[in-house]
């Protein structure tokens, strides 16, 4: 499988970082975006940028933050943006809808498809996004967590929240799987008859329950998402314990000389 | 509405760092733990242990660095574990089954819940885990990301699986919204039905389609989302419009004096 493309409607969701003041926290920050395929950043009256310190916490990511626009407002930075997330951990006497990343989501990365401009914005480290901030933000955002201890610091949030829209644009990891071969309900079922007839031709089932005994390694057996390697790998071992039975030449007709025999 | 309890259940639920190289990563993989209620930290080999820089970047999450575990080898970590997930970003050869945070994290909290010990299992910064420590894995669970640039670090890793997991819990943030006084559709509708006794009172009607015109407006403040108070300063201002076009008194009888007029 081929790996996948990151969508091209990313470059309508922005993150905005309002007056962060420590440098690596934009580096960090640009990082955590481009993880996720962001690339466009915003920094509205950064304390300082640009700088050693945030180019070498972005790793390998610096080309985010060499295109990164600097404004002198926050309203500079959203005026042709139709949806602004204000990401908030306080509780706000506001009426804007207050949501989750999840519940958000689908509608940012529906908007951003159709070619709309998206912002997620962030406040400062230590006081978060003023009142005057907020208002200018037609969404608030909270990233649920521990309720007594919620210390999520700036390029974790954008880290979190990244990973949130990432995960809605269906691009999956399924390149990373291994060519899986999955055996098929028959085949399992065909490896548990052939190992029913060799607990008998070994004389296993000498007093024993033969019939209940089966049925459970026939559920354990289904339970366990065999592939075909296995399913192979498992009759070759019945046949040789068949063999040492003198049993088994012919026996279970489905089976066939292979490489592990 | 009350701030809710973090579950009891996620102390059943384990991270565990195998050979981490920076005392730092180990104290931001200690908050970011922290902050999505976990607090069972094991330490595999870990190069430097305790150190001041951990405690520093652990910030209000050193009690999870004073109580965790430092252990001799990953086996030791997982000796009472059902399900042990490997965190891993790299294609490997093994039948162990792959699947993504938010495909994994229902199981994870179903078997916690029942009291089942289950460890998230994060690599060496540089390496990641190698073959040895993944095969004590019974799952494999990769972050989606950007293909071409999959650079989450360790404490990223940590805050993005356990922020998946936090988001399984069913603790909300519901404690963080104002008190909302949603207008029902009725209440929109006598409003509405005041702004077209206004307009008609003002003037604003004449020789237009007024009809599709309130019709328009009832279908925009029906979208908004209004709340009461929202209404009650809508009817104020129409109100005062009617007065100072020496109409309105009586003639809206839902309408009754409030402060705002």
């Given at each position: 499988?081929?790996?996948?493309?990151?969508p091209?409607?990313?470059?309508?969701?922005?993150?905005?970082?309002?007056?962060?003041?420590h440098?690596?926290n934009?580096?960090?920050?640009?990082?955590?975006?481009?993880t996720?395929?962001?690339?466009?950043?915003?920094l509205?009256?950064?304390?300082?940028?640009?700088?050693?310190?945030?180019?070498?916490?972005a790793?390998?990511?610096?080309?985010?933050?060499?295109?990164?626009?600097?404004?002198?407002t926050?309203?500079?930075?959203?005026?042709?943006?139709?949806?602004?997330c204000?990401?908030?951990?306080r509780?706000r006497?506001?009426?804007t809808?207050?949501?989750?990343?999840?519940e958000?989501?689908?509608?940012?990365?529906?908007?951003?498809?159709e070619?709309?401009?998206?912002?997620?914005?962030?406040?400062?480290?230590?006081?978060?996004?003023?009142?005057?901030?907020?208002?200018?933000?037609?969404?608030?955002?909270?990233?649920?967590?521990?309720?007594?201890y919620?210390?999520?610091?700036?390029?974790?949030?954008?880290?979190?929240?990244?990973?949130?829209?990432?995960?809605?644009?269906?691009?999956?990891?399924?390149?990373?799987?291994?060519?899986?071969?999955?055996?098929?309900?028959?085949?399992v079922?065909?490896?548990?008859?052939?190992?029913?007839?060799?607990?008998?031709?070994?004389?296993?089932?000498r007093?024993?329950n033969?019939?209940?005994?089966?049925?459970?390694?026939?559920?354990?057996?289904?339970?366990?998402g065999?592939?075909?390697?296995?399913?192979?790998?498992?009759?070759?071992f019945?046949?040789q314990?068949?063999?040492?039975?003198?049993?088994?030449?012919g026996?279970?007709?489905?089976?066939?000389?292979?490489?592990?025999?």
């Amino acid at each position: 499988m081929n790996k996948p493309q990151v969508p091209d409607f990313l470059k309508n969701i922005r993150v905005v970082l309002a007056r962060p003041n420590h440098p690596g926290n934009i580096g960090s920050a640009a990082r955590a975006m481009k993880t996720m395929g962001l690339t466009r950043l915003y920094l509205v009256e950064p304390k300082v940028f640009p700088s050693e310190e945030a180019d070498t916490l972005a790793s390998g990511a610096v080309d985010v933050l060499q295109t990164a626009t600097v404004v002198p407002t926050l309203a500079a930075a959203l005026a042709d943006v139709t949806v602004a997330c204000a990401l908030t951990s306080r509780r706000r006497e506001l009426t804007t809808p207050l949501s989750i990343p999840r519940e958000t989501t689908p509608e940012l990365i529906a908007r951003a498809r159709e070619g709309e401009q998206v912002a997620l914005v962030f406040g400062n480290e230590t006081f978060g996004l003023s009142i005057e901030e907020v208002e200018q933000c037609n969404r608030l955002v909270t990233i649920p967590g521990n309720p007594d201890y919620f210390s999520l610091n700036l390029a974790m949030a954008v880290q979190v929240m990244t990973y949130e829209l990432f995960s809605h644009t269906g691009v999956n990891v399924d390149y990373l799987k291994p060519d899986g071969n999955s055996a098929t309900q028959g085949e399992v079922d065909g490896m548990v008859d052939h190992l029913d007839a060799t607990l008998e031709d070994i004389g296993y089932y000498r007093r024993r329950n033969s019939e209940r005994m089966i049925r459970r390694l026939r559920t354990m057996f289904h339970r366990a998402g065999l592939l075909r390697e296995e399913i192979d790998i498992l009759r070759g071992f019945y046949k040789q314990a068949q063999r040492l039975a003198g049993k088994g030449q012919g026996s279970t007709p489905d089976v066939e000389d292979d490489s592990t025999s």
